[in-house]
């Protein structure tokens, strides 16, 4: 249930700029995949980004994330550089990874990214190691970990859930519930309408939330996010969305024109919370893009004049340097 008192207008403007960040990026990004100028796996987020914003925003620089093969959102929303990003999705040395790893492989320890997984489900144990770790060290940060509604069925997903709970570690098992596993319906896939409801066999909190709506993302993960520091155990969060690209970009969509519609009109996230925030003008909207889309040029310009990694980038990268 979503918090009674006001939030600050700053407050929703700054959910709102990461929101539109990861957006216009994505946008982007599919411009340039399309023109052969991004290339590799790249699977997009459009539509998900009340998820990344709304739990990034609940957590401290100081805290742990561990994201997915669809990361792009997971790591700006986590105060990735967009510079970073872009030199990485275009192979370029000064990306986060030095341009070794592509869009499902971003990593920033100076930030608490953990980075993206391309293995489904894998981000959960990784996530885990680093909730032990705060845990050992006696400290108060939280990890937390992003999954799909087909990873939800993985074991070591539930391996993963169960040890938390038993060791009453400081987790936040994120499912982002999207309603398709690359192409395969989770209706077809999952056995309970509400993956949420799987907590209780670890006896962990399970919350299910409205996932394009990014204040409900926001309380639910603050709440999970104190009982974790707290020393009170896991939590996990089933945030319902709708990813609205195909699966990525080699991929056609085949999914019903009439499902996709209403989650890009009345239910896209961003303007579920643009209702929300006053004196949030047409004007001033354009203004925040405007700003939104000269950060987006400069990081272009950036990654296309940056240089390709060289072969000692490659193994100072595979050797952990």
Known sequence: MLNQQPYDQEFLLDLYRT?????????????????????????????????????CKALRPTDWVASTHRGHGHFLAKGGDLKGIMAEL?????????????????????????GGNGIV????????????????????????????????????????????????LPLLAVCENNAYAATTPAAQAVSVSDIAVRAQGYGMPGLSVDGNDCLAVYEATAEAAARARAGQGPTLIECKTYRVEAHCGIIADRRPRLEREPWQAERDPLAVLARRIPGLTAARDEAIRRSLRDELGAALEFAEQSPPPHVADFLRTFAGL
């Open 19 to 55: 929101m539109l960040k990861i957006r216009l990026f994505e946008m982007e990004i599919k411009r340039l995949y399309g023109q052969g100028r991004v290339r590799g796996a790249v699977h997009l987020c459009i539509g998900q980004e009340a998820v990344a914003a709304g739990v």
């Open 121 to 168: 489900g894998a981000g959960l144990p990784l996530a885990l190691g680093a909730a032990f770790s705060a845990a050992y060290r006696r400290t108060d940060e939280v990890a937390a970990a992003f999954f799909g509604d087909g990873a939800s069925n993985q074991g070591v997903v539930h391996e993963t859930l169960n040890l938390a709970a038993l060791w009453k």
């Open 90 to 114: 275009m192979g370029k040395a000064a990306g986060c990874s030095r341009g070794c790893g592509g869009s499902m492989h971003l990593f920033a320890p100076p930030i608490g990214f953990l």
